[in-house]
């Protein structure tokens, strides 16, 4: 138990470091900003681009849409 504690209180060290890599965390934002992400899928594929688009606005917060891609 105390160990677990001793974590604890160490957390707003290990979130000044994290902070303080701003220009890293600036790239990969960055990056991620402009990825683009497929996930193809056999069956009904309108329903798992929808909820696949969901469950990565509701991980990352940046917009997603799912759509089906008629060939």
């Known amino acids: 138990m105390i160990n677990h504690l001793q974590e604890i209180l160490t ?25 683009r992400i497929s996930l193809p899928w056999q069956g009904n594929p309108l329903s798992i681009a929808l909820e696949g688009a969901l469950k990565l606005k509701e991980i990352t917060y940046i917009h997603a849409e799912g759509y089906l891609q008629v060939r």
């Open 11 to 35: 957390i707003p060290d290990k979130i000044e470091q994290i902070l303080a890599r701003n220009e890293e965390i600036e790239t990969i934002a960055k990056e991620l900003f402009r990825l």
